[in-house]
Each structure stands twice: as structure tokens, then as C-alpha cells.
């Protein structure tokens, strides 16, 4: 799997980190890409989504305080997540939605993220 999140840690709520994905230039040319997120005991959780055509989508959980951006001469794809809450801790993975990977529940390690209160 061609999916290596990092970036995460520990923050204090208010707090800001820039989650990183490092994929392939094959992969960001044929996916749109997402950020989702996972709560032990709980179904990952869909943050933020960029078309191909730069077009992105957020939860209403995290809108207005996450950014999805991609640069495509590293082939990573960033979550810049800004004011950072409790409830936004979680194991974060990145992804295309309708992807080879995706489809058949192949992910990355993804990356831990804690918000302290």
C-alpha cells in the first residue's frame, strides 16, 4: 500500500499540527484523495475530501478549522488541522474514496492525533 501517514502527536486543545500523506504520483493522477479518521470501537470517519480538480468537502465537525491541500511535485497530500479539540483525537488515514486501495480495505498505518483539554 502506497499510503505513509505522519504529523501526528501530542497537542493541547487550540492547538495545530499538519498531518502529512506520502503516496504516489500514480495514485493522486487517477483518485480524488480524503483524510478520515478513527475512534477505537468506532467506523473511520470521513474529515476531508479534495477532487482531482481541487474541488474539497469537509465534515461539519471540522469545517472551518482543517484545511486538505495537495502538492503535487512531493506527491503528498497535508491536513492542516487548526484549532484542534478533544474529540478531533484519533488515528487519521489518507485515502482516494473510490480507489484500488479503498475498495478493497487496503489502508496505511495511519497517524495518531491527541488533543489534550
Known amino acids: 500500500v502506497q499510503l505513509a501517514e505522519s504529523g501526528g502527536g501530542l497537542v493541547q486543545s487550540g492547538g495545530s499540527l499538519r498531518l502529512t500523506c506520502t503516496t504516489t504520483e500514480h495514485f493522486l493522477s487517477l483518485n480524488d484523495v480524503a483524510w478520515y479518521r478513527q475512534v477505537p470501537g468506532n467506523q473511520r470517519e470521513l474529515v476531508a475530501t479534495?477532487?482531482?480538480?481541487?474541488?474539497?468537502t469537509y465534515s461539519d465537525s471540522v469545517k472551518g478549522r482543517f484545511t486538505i491541500s495537495i502538492d503535487n511535485a512531493k506527491n503528498v497530500v497535508y491536513l492542516q488541522m487548526n484549532n484542534l479539540k478533544p474529540e478531533d483525537t484519533g488515528v487519521y488515514y489518507c485515502?482516494?474514496?473510490?480507489?484500488?486501495?479503498?475498495?478493497?480495505?487496503?489502508w496505511g498505518p495511519g497517524t495518531q492525533v491527541t488533543v489534550s483539554s
Open positions: 485515502n482516494g474514496p473510490r480507489s484500488y486501495y479503498f475498495l478493497r480495505g487496503y
Open positions: 479534495m477532487t482531482r480538480r481541487g474541488s474539497t
